[in-house]
């Protein structure tokens, strides 16, 4: 039996308090709360946005009464996915899940004729390594269709092609959750 080797490139942001965060948001705070000398055991206490460091848009976002992280299917945040440039935006027929890497020229965010375009090819996740995938009226178009919006991923290590992404939330009832994100390479071969 031949053993399979595969690669897993984490695409997650280091959360702590030099994290970018979008204009406005909480600002991330972690204090150690508990210490193992103090009290035999740690604990730590955070405080963070829900759109944290590399994270997901849920449609509850941008629309009142819509899913909740809890809510998205875990199907749709783990499988075949594909990386492509942003200068190169090509999606081959039947891609559910994309992540657009920005580049020199500017960030991996896209427009509203983008974002209906993904709508009508049947995307379901749509990455980038922007801190905002676009405007208020590409949040509402991606979302409004329940596709979710993956958020400051860290890019700078992949290269464009077909990976196996596993990106998932914590299991709460919000429009927003941090994620450990992960492409994986030589699933499948």
């Known amino acids: 039996m031949r053993c399979r080797t595969i690669k897993i490139i984490d695409i997650t ?11 406005g ?17 740690a604990v730590s206490k955070m405080s963070m946005g829900s759109h944290s460091g590399t994270h997901i848009d849920a449609p ?7 899913k909740t992280v809890r809510d998205i299917p875990l199907s749709d945040l783990v ?17 559910k899940r994309l992540i657009i ?18 709508v009508d090819a049947g995307i379901r996740i749509i990455g980038t390594d922007a ?11 991606l979302l409004s269709e329940e596709v979710c919006i993956l ?16 990106a998932l939330p914590l299991k709460v009832d919000t429009d927003g959750s941090p994620i450990r994100a992960c492409l994986i390479e030589g699933i499948g071969e």
């Open 131 to 141: 801190l905002s995938i676009g405007n208020d009226e590409v949040h509402k178009i």
């Open 25 to 41: 948001d909480p600002h991330i705070r972690m204090e150690k709360f508990f210490t193992v000398d103090n009290y035999g055991y």
């Open 101 to 118: 890497k920005g580049s020199e020229k500017g960030e991996a965010r896209i427009s509203e004729r983008h974002a209906r375009i993904l």
């Open 60 to 66: 509850a976002h941008v629309m009142s009464g819509g």
């Open 79 to 95: 499988g075949d996915c594909i990386v492509v440039e942003k200068s190169e935006i090509k999606i081959p027929k039947g891609t």
């Open 151 to 166: 958020e400051s991923l860290e890019l700078s290590r992949v290269t464009p092609g077909n990976y196996f992404l596993c």
């Open 13 to 23: 942001q280091q959360l702590g308090k030099d994290t970018k965060i979008y204009e």
